[in-house]
C-alpha cells in the first residue's frame, strides 16, 4: 500500500545544530508539503514543493530550508535549531488537482 | 491574521448525542474545506470535505454544512462514540498554480463522554 513515512519519529538535539527531518511518500505525488503544530496555532505551513525543483515558502518558513530531489521525497532542514523550534512536524502530500492532502505520522523535534 | 478559525478549544459531549464543532473562515477566495482528525502521537487523517458550491455533505455519522454568506461551517457528528475523541481541524483551500494549499484552524479537542 502507499504511505508517506517520517523518520525519526523523536528527536532530541541542541541550540545551533543543524538537524534534518526525512519525508518519503510512496504515493507518487508532485505535491508535498511541511507543517508545524504547535498548541493554539493549529497547523501553519512551513514549506511546499509542486514538483522535482521546485520549492516554495510557507507561512512560518525563516530558519528552515527543504531541497526536492526527486517525487518521493522532501527533507525539512533546521539550519540552527533554536528552542523555538520545538514543535511537532508532520509532512504531508497530495496529487496534481487533488483537494485531500495525506499525512505523515510526525516528528517531535525538541530543541534544548 | 488568523483566515481559518476555531473558537472552541475543547468540546465535551456526551456518549450518543450529537457533536457539533465550528469554524469560521475570512478569505472569499477558499473553495474547498476539510475536515481532519487527530489521535495523540499521529498525523491528522482526512474525515470529510465539501466543495463551495454545496451547502451539505453527507458521509455516514458525519456531515458537513457550509454557509458561504456567513463564511461558516460545522461538522456533525451524530451519534457520537468514544471512539470520535479526537483533536479536530477545519482546513481551508484556494487552487494556487493547479494545486491547492491548506490553511488550518487552530483544533478543537473534542472529548466523549460514557
Known amino acids: 500500500d502507499a504511505e508517506i513515512t517520517q523518520s525519526p519519529r523523536h528527536k532530541i538535539t541542541e541550540t545551533g545544530r543543524q538537524v534534518t527531518l526525512a519525508c518519503h511518500q510512496t504515493w507518487n505525488h508532485n505535491n508535498m508539503f511541511w507543517y508545524r503544530q504547535d498548541l493554539g496555532h493549529g497547523l501553519r505551513l512551513i514549506h511546499y514543493?509542486?514538483?522535482?525543483?521546485?520549492?516554495n515558502k510557507g507561512e512560518v518558513s525563516d530558519g528552515y530550508s527543504v531541497s526536492r530531489s526527486n517525487t518521493e521525497d522532501l527533507p525539512l532542514t533546521l539550519e540552527s535549531a533554536a528552542s523555538s523550534q520545538t514543535s511537532v512536524y508532520f509532512c504531508?502530500?497530495?496529487?496534481?488537482?487533488?483537494?485531500?492532502?495525506?499525512f505523515g505520522p510526525g516528528t517531535r523535534l525538541t530543541v534544548l | 491574521d488568523q483566515q481559518v478559525k476555531q473558537n472552541s478549544p475543547s468540546l465535551s459531549v456526551q456518549e450518543g448525542r450529537i457533536s457539533i464543532l465550528n469554524c469560521d473562515y475570512t478569505n472569499s477566495m477558499f473553495d474547498y474545506f476539510l475536515w481532519y482528525k487527530k489521535y495523540p502521537a499521529e498525523g491528522p487523517t482526512f474525515l470529510i470535505s465539501?466543495?463551495?458550491?454545496?451547502d451539505k455533505n453527507e458521509d455516514g455519522r458525519f456531515t458537513v454544512f457550509l454557509n458561504k454568506s456567513a463564511k461558516h461551517l460545522s461538522l456533525h457528528i451524530v451519534p457520537s462514540q468514544p471512539g470520535d475523541s479526537a483533536v479536530y481541524f477545519c482546513a481551508a483551500s484556494a487552487r494556487v498554480q493547479g494545486a491547492q494549499k491548506l490553511v488550518f484552524g487552530q483544533g478543537t479537542r473534542l472529548t466523549i463522554n460514557p
Open positions: 514543493s509542486y514538483g522535482v525543483q521546485d520549492t
Open positions: 465539501i466543495s463551495s458550491i454545496k
Open positions: 504531508a502530500s497530495s496529487g496534481d488537482y487533488m483537494n485531500t492532502q495525506y
